[in-house]
Protein backbone atom coordinates (compact mmCIF):
# COMPACT_ATOMS: atom_id res chain seq x y z
CA UNK A 1 0.00 0.00 0.00
CA UNK A 2 1.43 3.60 -0.98
CA UNK A 3 0.91 6.86 0.65
CA UNK A 4 -0.34 9.88 -0.67
CA UNK A 5 3.06 10.70 -1.94
CA UNK A 6 4.16 7.99 -3.08
CA UNK A 7 5.32 6.22 -0.44
CA UNK A 8 4.87 2.82 0.81
CA UNK A 9 3.36 1.94 3.96
CA UNK A 10 6.00 -0.30 5.91
CA UNK A 11 2.90 -3.31 6.78
CA UNK A 12 2.44 -3.96 3.05
CA UNK A 13 3.05 -7.20 1.87
CA UNK A 14 5.20 -8.12 -1.54
CA UNK A 15 2.06 -10.41 -2.44
CA UNK A 16 -0.13 -6.89 -2.75
CA UNK A 17 2.82 -5.19 -4.23
CA UNK A 18 3.25 -8.00 -6.95
CA UNK A 19 0.02 -7.82 -7.30
CA UNK A 20 -0.69 -4.74 -7.93
CA UNK A 21 2.00 -4.40 -10.83
CA UNK A 22 0.61 -7.44 -12.44
CA UNK A 23 -2.66 -6.21 -13.14
CA UNK A 24 -1.70 -4.04 -15.77
CA UNK A 25 0.64 -6.62 -17.10
CA UNK A 26 -2.67 -8.77 -17.79
CA UNK A 27 -4.83 -6.41 -19.24
CA UNK A 28 -2.04 -5.95 -21.91
CA UNK A 29 -1.81 -9.43 -22.62
CA UNK A 30 -5.89 -9.60 -22.73
CA UNK A 31 -5.99 -7.08 -25.67
CA UNK A 32 -3.09 -8.34 -27.63
CA UNK A 33 -5.13 -11.65 -27.84
CA UNK A 34 -7.95 -10.38 -28.91
CA UNK A 35 -6.36 -8.17 -31.97
CA UNK A 36 -4.80 -11.42 -32.56
CA UNK A 37 -7.73 -13.65 -32.85
CA UNK A 38 -9.77 -11.81 -35.72
CA UNK A 39 -6.18 -11.61 -37.58
CA UNK A 40 -6.03 -15.53 -37.34
CA UNK A 41 -9.67 -15.62 -38.61
CA UNK A 42 -9.29 -13.65 -41.64
CA UNK A 43 -6.28 -15.89 -42.93
CA UNK A 44 -8.21 -18.86 -41.98
CA UNK A 45 -11.52 -17.73 -44.40
CA UNK A 46 -9.05 -16.16 -47.06
CA UNK A 47 -8.27 -19.71 -47.70
CA UNK A 48 -10.58 -21.70 -48.29
CA UNK A 49 -8.61 -24.95 -49.80
CA UNK A 50 -7.00 -24.93 -46.86
CA UNK A 51 -8.53 -27.59 -44.35
CA UNK A 52 -8.60 -27.69 -40.51
CA UNK A 53 -6.96 -29.69 -38.40
CA UNK A 54 -10.69 -30.88 -37.87
CA UNK A 55 -11.29 -32.21 -41.06
CA UNK A 56 -8.14 -33.34 -42.75
CA UNK A 57 -9.60 -37.29 -42.91
CA UNK A 58 -12.64 -36.11 -45.18
CA UNK A 59 -10.86 -33.42 -47.39
CA UNK A 60 -7.36 -34.86 -48.58
CA UNK A 61 -6.56 -38.23 -49.78
CA UNK A 62 -3.34 -39.79 -49.04
CA UNK A 63 -0.94 -38.45 -46.51
CA UNK A 64 -0.69 -35.46 -48.25
CA UNK A 65 -2.50 -31.93 -46.44
CA UNK A 66 -3.49 -30.37 -50.09
CA UNK A 67 -7.15 -30.50 -51.88
CA UNK A 68 -8.04 -33.79 -53.46
CA UNK A 69 -9.30 -31.61 -56.68
CA UNK A 70 -5.11 -30.89 -56.91
CA UNK A 71 -3.43 -33.72 -55.61
CA UNK A 72 -0.71 -35.40 -57.08
CA UNK A 73 -2.14 -38.92 -55.84
CA UNK A 74 -5.57 -38.50 -57.59
CA UNK A 75 -3.64 -38.11 -60.98
CA UNK A 76 -1.43 -41.44 -59.57
CA UNK A 77 -5.08 -42.92 -59.36
CA UNK A 78 -6.73 -41.91 -62.09
CA UNK A 79 -3.28 -43.19 -64.06
CA UNK A 80 -3.79 -46.28 -62.78
CA UNK A 81 -7.39 -47.05 -63.18
CA UNK A 82 -6.89 -46.46 -66.30
CA UNK A 83 -4.25 -48.96 -67.62
CA UNK A 84 -5.95 -52.01 -69.21
CA UNK A 85 -6.38 -54.72 -67.12
CA UNK A 86 -4.72 -57.97 -67.50
CA UNK A 87 -6.93 -61.10 -67.94
CA UNK A 88 -7.63 -63.64 -65.34
CA UNK A 89 -6.08 -66.35 -67.39
CA UNK A 90 -2.71 -64.05 -67.26
CA UNK A 91 0.13 -66.42 -68.29
CA UNK A 92 3.36 -67.14 -65.98
CA UNK A 93 6.93 -68.28 -67.05
CA UNK A 94 5.59 -71.44 -65.91
CA UNK A 95 3.16 -71.96 -69.21
CA UNK A 96 6.64 -71.52 -71.12
CA UNK A 97 8.36 -74.43 -72.08
CA UNK A 98 11.92 -74.93 -70.28
CA UNK A 99 12.24 -78.72 -71.19
CA UNK A 100 11.37 -80.62 -74.19
CA UNK A 101 10.14 -84.61 -73.44
CA UNK A 102 11.53 -86.63 -76.42
CA UNK A 103 13.37 -90.23 -76.28
CA UNK A 104 16.75 -91.08 -76.17
CA UNK A 105 18.57 -90.59 -79.75
CA UNK A 106 19.54 -93.10 -81.81
CA UNK A 107 23.38 -93.52 -82.81
CA UNK A 108 21.93 -92.46 -86.57
CA UNK A 109 20.45 -89.25 -85.08
CA UNK A 110 23.42 -88.65 -82.92
CA UNK A 111 25.88 -89.04 -85.70
CA UNK A 112 23.51 -86.70 -88.02
CA UNK A 113 24.40 -83.98 -85.58
CA UNK A 114 27.82 -83.88 -86.56
CA UNK A 115 26.62 -83.18 -90.40
CA UNK A 116 25.44 -79.74 -89.65
CA UNK A 117 23.50 -77.38 -86.74
CA UNK A 118 20.38 -77.81 -88.33
CA UNK A 119 20.46 -81.30 -87.67
CA UNK A 120 20.87 -81.13 -83.70
CA UNK A 121 17.93 -78.53 -83.48
CA UNK A 122 15.41 -80.45 -85.85
CA UNK A 123 14.65 -82.55 -83.04
CA UNK A 124 13.87 -82.55 -79.48
CA UNK A 125 16.24 -84.85 -78.46
CA UNK A 126 19.30 -83.11 -80.71
CA UNK A 127 18.22 -79.73 -78.54
CA UNK A 128 18.36 -81.23 -75.44
CA UNK A 129 21.48 -82.51 -75.50
CA UNK A 130 22.98 -79.15 -77.06
CA UNK A 131 20.44 -77.50 -74.31
CA UNK A 132 22.65 -79.29 -71.62
CA UNK A 133 25.65 -78.40 -73.33
CA UNK A 134 25.20 -74.63 -73.16
CA UNK A 135 24.18 -75.26 -69.42
CA UNK A 136 28.18 -75.93 -69.01
CA UNK A 137 29.17 -72.72 -71.12
CA UNK A 138 26.33 -70.75 -68.59
CA UNK A 139 24.42 -69.58 -72.26
CA UNK A 140 21.24 -71.72 -71.70
CA UNK A 141 19.47 -68.93 -72.19
CA UNK A 142 20.22 -68.81 -76.17
CA UNK A 143 18.02 -71.85 -76.67
CA UNK A 144 15.51 -70.86 -73.87
CA UNK A 145 14.90 -67.95 -76.26
CA UNK A 146 15.00 -69.42 -79.47
CA UNK A 147 12.62 -72.21 -77.65
CA UNK A 148 9.79 -69.56 -76.49
CA UNK A 149 10.08 -67.88 -79.91
CA UNK A 150 8.97 -70.65 -81.63
CA UNK A 151 6.55 -71.50 -79.25
CA UNK A 152 4.87 -68.04 -80.00
CA UNK A 153 4.87 -68.47 -83.72
CA UNK A 154 2.07 -71.27 -82.99
CA UNK A 155 -0.24 -68.44 -80.97
CA UNK A 156 -3.33 -67.42 -82.56
CA UNK A 157 -4.89 -65.78 -80.16
CA UNK A 158 -4.34 -61.99 -79.39
CA UNK A 159 -4.14 -61.62 -75.65
CA UNK A 160 -2.19 -64.81 -75.42
CA UNK A 161 0.16 -63.70 -77.98
CA UNK A 162 0.75 -60.25 -75.83
CA UNK A 163 1.10 -62.48 -72.63
CA UNK A 164 3.70 -64.13 -74.27
CA UNK A 165 5.44 -61.63 -75.73
CA UNK A 166 5.65 -59.40 -72.38
CA UNK A 167 7.35 -62.61 -70.53
CA UNK A 168 9.66 -63.01 -73.37
CA UNK A 169 10.65 -59.45 -73.58
CA UNK A 170 11.45 -59.43 -69.72
CA UNK A 171 13.07 -62.34 -69.52
CA UNK A 172 15.55 -62.13 -72.43
CA UNK A 173 15.30 -58.72 -74.33
CA UNK A 174 15.21 -56.48 -71.27
CA UNK A 175 18.76 -55.31 -70.18
CA UNK A 176 17.65 -55.71 -66.71
CA UNK A 177 17.19 -59.06 -66.92
CA UNK A 178 20.03 -61.54 -65.94
CA UNK A 179 18.70 -64.07 -69.09
CA UNK A 180 19.22 -60.99 -71.81
CA UNK A 181 20.77 -62.92 -74.73
CA UNK A 182 22.94 -61.11 -77.01
CA UNK A 183 21.36 -58.68 -79.59
CA UNK A 184 23.22 -56.09 -81.94
CA UNK A 185 21.15 -52.35 -81.14
CA UNK A 186 19.02 -51.82 -84.46
CA UNK A 187 16.80 -55.54 -83.23
CA UNK A 188 16.41 -53.75 -79.66
CA UNK A 189 15.05 -50.73 -81.37
CA UNK A 190 12.60 -53.00 -83.69
CA UNK A 191 11.46 -54.98 -81.58
CA UNK A 192 10.90 -51.91 -78.27
CA UNK A 193 8.40 -50.35 -81.39
CA UNK A 194 6.72 -53.57 -81.67
CA UNK A 195 6.00 -54.14 -78.47
CA UNK A 196 3.08 -51.58 -78.21
CA UNK A 197 1.20 -54.14 -80.09
CA UNK A 198 3.29 -56.80 -80.63
CA UNK A 199 2.64 -60.32 -83.05
CA UNK A 200 3.92 -63.78 -83.15
CA UNK A 201 6.32 -63.03 -85.19
CA UNK A 202 7.92 -59.77 -82.93
CA UNK A 203 11.22 -61.52 -82.13
CA UNK A 204 11.69 -63.70 -85.29
CA UNK A 205 15.20 -61.00 -85.98
CA UNK A 206 16.27 -61.81 -82.69
CA UNK A 207 15.60 -65.22 -82.79
CA UNK A 208 17.44 -65.77 -86.36
CA UNK A 209 20.57 -64.12 -84.48
CA UNK A 210 20.36 -65.75 -81.69
CA UNK A 211 20.14 -69.12 -83.74
CA UNK A 212 23.21 -67.71 -86.26
CA UNK A 213 25.08 -66.88 -82.28
CA UNK A 214 24.47 -70.49 -81.56
CA UNK A 215 25.41 -72.27 -84.74
CA UNK A 216 28.92 -70.11 -85.15
CA UNK A 217 29.79 -70.03 -81.49
CA UNK A 218 28.78 -72.96 -79.67
CA UNK A 219 28.09 -75.64 -82.63
CA UNK A 220 31.75 -76.14 -83.00
CA UNK A 221 32.74 -76.61 -79.26
CA UNK A 222 29.74 -79.02 -78.80
CA UNK A 223 30.82 -81.12 -81.54
CA UNK A 224 34.32 -81.33 -79.38
CA UNK A 225 32.58 -81.33 -76.07
CA UNK A 226 33.10 -84.07 -73.67
CA UNK A 227 29.63 -84.25 -73.53
CA UNK A 228 28.78 -85.22 -77.22
CA UNK A 229 31.33 -87.71 -77.69
CA UNK A 230 30.64 -89.97 -74.34
CA UNK A 231 27.06 -89.97 -76.34
CA UNK A 232 28.22 -90.48 -79.35
CA UNK A 233 30.21 -93.67 -77.40
CA UNK A 234 27.48 -94.84 -75.36
CA UNK A 235 25.27 -95.24 -77.95
CA UNK A 236 27.96 -97.14 -79.78
CA UNK A 237 28.50 -99.95 -77.23
CA UNK A 238 25.03 -100.24 -76.46
CA UNK A 239 24.83 -100.99 -80.97
CA UNK A 240 27.44 -103.69 -80.83
CA UNK A 241 25.85 -105.68 -77.52
CA UNK A 242 22.49 -105.89 -79.48
Not at 77 to 97: A, M, W
Not at 183 to 195: A, C, F, K, P, T
Not at 200 to 222: E, G, K, N, V, W
Request: glycine letters at 4%; a negative charge.
Amino acid sequence: MRTADGGELAGASPLARRADGEIPMRSERTEMRKRQMPAAQETTSSTPGQPGAGDRGSNTCCFCWCCCCSCSCLTVRNQEEQRPRRPSHELTREDLPTCEESPSPTLEEVNAWAQSFDKVMLTPAGRNAFREFLRTEFSEENMLFWMACEELKKEANKTIIEEKARIIYEDYISILSPKEVSLDSRVREVINRNMVEPSQHIFDDAQLQIYTLMHRDSYPRFMNSALYKDLLQSLAEKSVEA
